[in-house]
């Protein structure tokens, strides 16, 4: 009874300050006030409001121990407290940026590349029918990917181009979920177009990129409007498009200097020849992962 009596004699303050009260009121008004401001305030508070809800939210804490227990005490729980929450915030937010970056990463690839060793494979249908004969894989999708340079007027980029079965992607990737404006099946549109003809010039130096945007037309982006156009579609990261200043409907140029529009890389000893292809963008995604808001096509 004396361990008991001691240890609850230094636990309990049995002495009221009105002070004490009136700050544990002061502050509960104060987390009140910016839970509701939180929800119900402008976008740009909602960060501001966290950070003075936790605040108040502390200080109610406190003073509320306060008006129990003696000041050791409350410093005691006060710690264990506000390392627990510490700690638990630092593993949510671990695991929420696991969890989006993963999302991002799978948005626009799949769960598993399979990649040839040399330029293609030999049987690329056989490679697909294997994969799909395995009882954990949903489905299995082709997928072409070059690096290539895309002009608009006087802008230009170097772009991975990464061409696709709309169909099939659309059943391996969450990219239609990704789309700000557009359809993936667009790209069904003039899927085997006829690049114009080919340039001796063998690099992407600015005379490449000038013969490009002369050859382009002039009247690009009201081709594209038209519902008849006989371009291939073509959808852009959020990024690149703003970089290149272009919007759905409008029209690009796409240089390919290491590998020809036909789907397979050029594996000749012979240098590569420059093709140009008109392509209109139909299609814009967001996957909120720079790396492909700004490089891929």
């Not at 361990?3 to 509960?28: C, G, H, K, M, V």
């Not at 696709?164 to 239609?176: E, H, K, N």
């Amino acid at each position: 009874m004396f361990e008991l009596f001691t240890s609850w004699r230094y636990l309990y303050n049995p002495r009221q300050s009105r002070l004490y009260d009136r700050i544990l009121i002061a502050f509960f008004l104060f987390t009140t006030l910016n839970i509701v401001l939180f929800f119900t305030g402008p976008a740009w508070y909602q960060f501001i409001g966290a950070i003075l809800f936790g605040f108040g939210l502390l200080g109610t804490s406190v003073f509320l121990l306060l008006h129990f227990f003696s000041v050791f005490t409350t410093i005691s729980i006060s710690s264990v407290l506000l390392g627990t929450t510490v700690l638990t915030l630092v593993w949510s937010v671990s695991s929420g940026f696991q969890r989006e970056f993963k999302e991002k990463i799978l948005g626009v690839n799949g769960h598993i590349l399979l990649m040839p060793q040399g330029a293609t494979f030999p049987d690329p249908e056989k490679t697909l029918q294997i994969a799909r004969e395995d009882g954990d894989v949903v489905e299995a999708a082709p997928f072409n990917l070059n690096e290539m340079l895309i002009v608009r007027d006087d802008r230009h980029s170097g772009v991975l181009v990464k061409g696709i079965s709309p169909y099939l992607a659309s059943r391996v990737l969450d990219l239609p979920q990704h789309l700000l404006a557009g359809n993936i099946f667009q790209l069904e549109r003039n899927q085997f177009p006829l690049p114009a003809e080919a340039s001796a010039i063998v690099d992407d130096s600015e005379e490449t990129v000038e013969d490009a945007r002369t050859a382009a037309p002039k009247n690009g982006d009201d081709y594209c409007k038209q519902p008849d156009h006989k371009w291939p579609g073509i959808i852009l990261g959020s990024g690149l498009a703003r970089r290149m200043g272009v919007q759905m409907g409008d029209a690009l140029t796409l240089l390919s200097p290491m590998s020809s529009f036909n789907m397979a890389m050029d594996t000749s000893q012979i240098a590569p020849t420059v093709q140009n292809l008109d392509v209109c963008v139909v299609g814009i995604f967001f996957a909120g992962f720079e790396e492909y808001d700004q490089k891929l096509a």
